[in-house]
């Protein structure tokens, strides 16, 4: 089993939809971290979350310690948002940054 | 402030050659980390450097090593190519790993032939 899974690993969504991807995670972390890669490979840091909940424009990431869970919101989603989306945790013990397979957006006009 | 660079962005090797990929974090950063990114094993780290010192390494044979410089410039090196090597290497630069946002270079994609 890996340490980090996201769900799901494909999404289309039309225009204007909420979207919700998820990340569960089986080791214990000092922070997750959100990252976007878009089709050519630059990767950009949305969130880093060690508790709570953060909001950057139309995104919103939360994280639940005890269950050990996270997800990410797009509201009001836009073709421009068609990326893979990947959860990575920052592992407690090893420092080390472990990644989940990331989820493939595709928002259709 | 100028982003996170690497260089070459593009590279093509032959089995048993060695290659050196290059980059330089943003000003300040101390802490620069690798990445290697393929279609079968997704994004996987290597190595992390913080004040010229290695942190921590990933599961990756001893082909691979890394070092950082005083000004903060990583440096990766594999060795021994092997077709599997091919991918895309990416390194992230941050002020502190676990506590600050990383910030990622364009990558260097490297094929092995």
């Known amino acids: 089993k890996n340490e980090v899974e996201q769900s799901p690993q494909n999404l289309t969504a039309q225009e204007g939809e909420f979207i919700t991807i998820n990340c569960s995670y089986s080791?214990?972390?000092?922070?997750l971290h959100w990252l976007q890669q878009h089709p050519g490979g630059g990767i950009v840091s949305l969130f880093m979350?060690?508790?709570g909940k953060k909001k950057h424009g139309r995104l919103i990431a939360t994280i639940n310690i005890q269950e050990k869970h996270s997800s990410l919101h797009i509201t009001a989603s836009h073709p421009r948002d068609s990326a893979v989306y990947i959860c990575?945790?920052?592992?407690?013990?090893?420092?080390?940054?472990?990644f989940g397979a990331g989820t493939i957006l595709r928002v259709k006009s | 402030k100028a982003g996170v660079t690497q260089t070459p962005r593009y590279l093509i090797k032959t089995r048993g050659q060695q290659v050196t990929l290059s980059c330089s974090p943003i000003?300040?950063?101390?802490?620069v980390s690798w990445y290697q990114q393929t279609p079968g094993q997704g994004l996987q780290f290597l190595f992390e450097?913080?004040?010229?010192?290695?942190?921590n390494k990933g599961n990756f044979p001893g082909r691979f090593s890394g070092r950082q410089f005083s000004n903060s410039r990583s440096e990766m090196n594999v060795s021994t190519l092997e077709l599997g090597d091919s991918a895309l290497y990416l390194c992230?630069?941050?002020?502190?790993?676990?506590?600050?946002?990383?910030?990622f270079g364009p990558g260097t994609r490297l094929t092995v032939l």
């Open positions: 000003s300040g950063h101390r802490s």
């Open positions: 992230a630069s941050s002020l502190h790993f676990n506590t600050d946002t990383q910030y």
């Open positions: 990575a945790v920052y592992m407690e013990y090893g420092n080390k940054l472990v």
């Open positions: 450097y913080f004040s010229e010192t290695q942190r």
């Open positions: 979350l060690s508790s």
């Open positions: 080791v214990g972390i000092s922070a």
